[in-house]
């Protein structure tokens, strides 16, 4: 079932991001809209495009979850190989996904400790170097 799924999900996943796709839901709607005076823009009529519209919504939010969900473990897989592959990275941050909201703010903060020391900041400042562009980091 779980291998059906999947199949599934990533069939959906790959057409509904196509321009071809786009392009036959935008028909639909011209269609449907160009019937509005034939059905006297009746109920019944409104309601045709409401419910396919509310299903293909309802069953898209979970084809999309399962997408991103897949992508997340996978980037983060490789994301833990190369930790592991490099000498000098810490294996401490293998896994940090799954640790909580606290246990990371702990270890961004100490980042950022270690790379203001690094770059000889006492205050905490972490200013771009080598002609990085300067990104703001939040504070709580």
Same mark, same amino acid.
């Given at each position: 079932?779980? $291998? ?41 009529? $409104? ?20 997408? $991103? ?6 980037? $983060? ?64």
């Amino acid at each position: 079932m779980e $291998q059906l799924f999947e199949k599934t999900a990533n069939a959906i996943a790959r057409s509904m991001g196509r321009p071809a796709t786009f392009i036959i839901c935008c028909a639909l709607v011209a269609v449907w809209a160009a019937t509005g005076p034939l059905f006297h823009f009746s109920d019944t009529w $409104q309601l045709v495009i409401n419910t396919g519209t509310t299903i293909v919504t309802f069953l898209m939010v979970f084809l999309i979850q399962n997408t $991103q969900n897949r992508e997340g473990e996978a980037l $983060q897989t490789k994301l833990d190989e190369l930790i592991r592959a490099l000498e000098t990275a810490e294996n401490r941050f293998i896994g940090l996904e799954r640790r909580s909201e606290r246990e990371i703010e702990a270890l961004r903060k100490e980042e950022e400790a270690a790379a203001a020391a690094a770059a000889g900041h006492d205050d905490g400042d972490l200013s771009p170097t080598r002609g990085a562009a300067s990104t703001p980091v939040a504070t709580r």
